[in-house]
């Protein structure tokens, strides 16, 4: 397996005493889905801005496919918790309008938006706009939007830590079906055992002050199907082994 | 009947009962008739110049001037928001000038304007334009700046050329704000037109109304005063409607809700 993503050293501030992220080293292999799990603000999200390209390390070296990050492209896609859904435009433009930026005809970039908009069962909502949308159909929305782009890497900063327990569920399925026509890689940032177990195959955990990598583990294969199979007695003794590790570096 | 409909009848109701009451009042007083004219006699003398021609003229005057310098000064005031809201330098420098300017009342400016321009048509529609820009201008930046990154972060990664983002982004973006700048500036528009029409002109109706005080002729002045509440309300809905028709996303209150 390739390593498409590398990080070694790298640390992250926005001042030089308060440094949120040191000496953070992780490779990533392509296809690999990695959650990323520690308590919140430790710099999780810091360490997506930085892959994506929006954030520059301060330290430490960061390569995506051999060359160093310098800014954002779409390659790299990010996913953020808010609602990231343009509300000025209608559900079927929010997906098409990507689409042209990189270089699609009108008429491509729409039927291509109508397929992956059905594909996340919204094909009956194309010409509304986000705010007659719930929560959760947005953020399927989101889904459409950056599996649309075929990105390389996909950065998912808690995408759907502001939904209710249930729609996160249903969410997530739709989200794995996508991900099993396309394998990706991708790394989630989340704040949910259940889903890291859910999404993910591998594990890292980030932990102190400023955030490590604490913890690297792999994840049950083969990868659940129904949420309710993350609940085994090895998935179990890893949410111990995990949360005391949490523990311990607090 | 419909909620709207019965607010409709509601508003008649009130301003026919207004009038008459006025009416009723004068009828029982009957004093100072030039002074305080009843309603009879301002809308007799607004039939006059209906049919004289005058009050046409003078409307199309007056809304020549604040049409014009409405759109002068929304537009400029839609470019240079987004231009100081999407970029710093742009901000360092004409939003500095703008936050030096905008608080000087336009007002006061009338007679700076008449010494440069004299008491011709341009002058008059800058002063509209000038009054219209700067709340347009601000709203626009405001509007611009509370796009939030979550919403930015996908346009980053696209590396959109800067058009494509104008119309995709940053125009729709900021909207609703812009609406809001620009509804606000109808009134702040007509303001401007009164006071540059009072300075001197040779149609208009502040002008108008200003010649009756001089000829004492209060139940014109009323009249005329009547003309342009009508005509703001009007160009206000008009606004409202043209928005709703632009932005489907966006609801643009009605008057009475701001």
């Given at each position: ?14 001042e ?26 430790c ?23 051999d ?57 009956d ?10 929560g ?17 890497l ?22 794995l ?17 259940n ?6 195959d ?49 | 009947?419909?909620?709207r ?79 100081t ?21 336009p007002?006061?400016?009338?007679p700076?304007?008449?010494l ?17 820009m ?24 696209l ?84 928005l ?15």
């Amino acid at each position: 397996m390739n390593t498409i993503l590398t990080l070694e050293n790298v640390s992250a501030g926005y001042e030089a005493q308060k440094m949120v992220l040191a000496e953070v080293s992780l490779k990533v292999t392509d296809g690999e889905v990695v959650a990323l799990f520690g308590p919140s603000g430790c710099g999780k999200s810091t360490l997506l801005l930085l892959i994506g390209g929006f954030l520059s390390p301060a330290g430490g070296t960061l390569e995506y496919r051999d060359e160093p990050v310098i800014q954002p492209d779409d390659q790299r896609i990010l996913l953020t918790q808010t609602d990231s859904t343009w509300p000025w435009k209608t559900t079927l433009e929010n997906v098409a309008y990507p689409l042209r930026c990189q270089g699609q005809t009108s008429r491509n970039a729409r039927k291509d938006a109508a397929r992956w908009l059905s594909a996340v069962g919204l094909a009956d909502s194309l010409g509304i706009y986000p705010a007659e949308l719930s929560g959760g159909m947005r953020q399927r929305v989101g889904v459409a939007k950056v599996f649309a782009l075929r990105p390389q890497l996909l950065l998912l900063d808690e995408p759907f830590g502001a939904l209710d327990e249930f729609t996160r569920h249903s969410v997530n399925e739709v989200f794995l079906n996508l991900w099993r026509e396309n394998r990706m890689t991708t790394l989630v940032v989340t704040h949910s055992l259940n889903e890291a177990l859910f999404l993910a195959d591998r594990l890292v955990v980030l932990g102190g002050k400023p955030a490590r990598v604490v913890g690297d583990f792999p994840v049950q294969s083969p990868r659940p199907a129904k949420v309710e199979e993350t609940f085994s007695p090895e998935a179990d003794s890893l949410r111990v082994e995990v949360l005391r590790l949490l523990a311990g570096t607090r | 009947m419909t909620q709207r409909s019965r607010t409709i009848l509601l508003r008649v109701t009130v301003a026919a009962a207004t009038v008459l009451l006025w009416q009723a009042l004068w009828n029982l007083i009957q004093w100072e008739a030039r002074l305080f004219p009843p309603p009879s006699r301002v809308f007799d003398t607004l039939g006059t110049d209906i049919r004289s021609g005058d009050l046409l003229a003078d409307v199309v005057a007056s809304l020549r001037r604040v049409g014009i310098g409405y759109l002068l000064g929304a537009l400029i005031g839609v470019f240079f928001g987004i231009l100081t809201g999407t970029r710093k330098w742009a901000d360092a420098v004409f939003g500095s000038l703008f936050q030096l300017v905008r608080p000087i009342p336009p007002i006061a400016m009338v007679p700076l304007v008449v010494l440069w321009f004299g008491i011709g048509e341009l002058g008059k529609v800058l002063l509209v334009a000038v009054g219209v820009m700067f709340p347009v201008w601000l709203n626009t930046h405001l509007g611009v700046n509370t796009i939030t990154k979550a919403h930015l972060y996908l346009v980053r990664s696209l590396r959109a050329g800067y058009w494509s983002q104008l119309w995709n982004i940053w125009l729709p973006g900021a909207a609703s704000s812009i609406a809001a700048g620009l509804r606000i500036s109808v009134a702040l528009g007509f303001y401007c037109l009164i006071a540059a029409e009072m300075t001197g002109a040779l149609r208009g109706l502040a002008y108008q109304i200003e010649l009756a005080h001089l000829a004492y002729r209060v139940d014109r002045m009323i009249g005329h005063m009547l003309v342009l509440g009508v005509l703001s309300f009007v160009a206000d809905g008009f606004v409202r409607l043209a928005l709703m028709r632009l932005l489907p996303w966006t609801v643009q209150p009605e008057r009475d809700e701001r």
